[in-house]
């Protein structure tokens, strides 16, 4: 059974910076395409980064390009989420998402298979 599990997240003043982190127990995390979603209280799930098995192909949603930074290790079955310059509408569940097969990156939460339970980020103004 694939499980995945998020850590890092907190109250961060805007500005700041803030690291959260995906491990993956019970499969096989290099062979998996990963992704970073968040949800926001009242607001769907909308997709934040995007990873191919590889880390060779990236997306970056254009409300966090040029803050945030996807990247992964497969020695760790890790997944990290870097973000800088936070404004408090980046305040959010985040969660990370695998899905089983494929490559390149997925967009849509129905593209993936297994999911976290997320971690809170709050950003105060």
């Known amino acids: 059974q694939v499980q995945l599990v998020e850590s890092g997240g907190g109250l961060v003043q805007a500005g700041g910076s803030l690291r959260v982190s995906c491990v993956t127990s019970?499969?096989?995390?290099?062979?998996?395409?990963m992704g970073w979603f968040r949800q926001a209280p009242g607001k769907e799930r909308e997709l934040v980064c995007a990873?191919?098995?590889?880390?060779?192909?990236?997306y970056i949603a254009v409300a966090v390009q040029g803050r945030f930074t996807i990247s992964r290790d497969n020695t760790k079955n890790t997944l990290y989420l870097e973000m800088n310059s936070l404004k408090p509408e980046d305040t959010a569940v985040y969660y990370c998402?695998?899905?089983?097969?494929?490559?390149?990156?997925?967009?849509?939460?129905?593209?993936?298979?297994?999911w976290g339970q997320g971690t809170q980020v709050t950003v105060s103004s």
């Open positions: 019970g499969g096989t995390f290099s062979n998996y395409p």
């Open positions: 990873l191919s098995r590889g880390g060779s192909a990236t």
């Open positions: 998402a695998a899905r089983a097969v494929g490559f390149g990156y997925y967009t849509r939460p129905n593209e993936y298979n297994y």
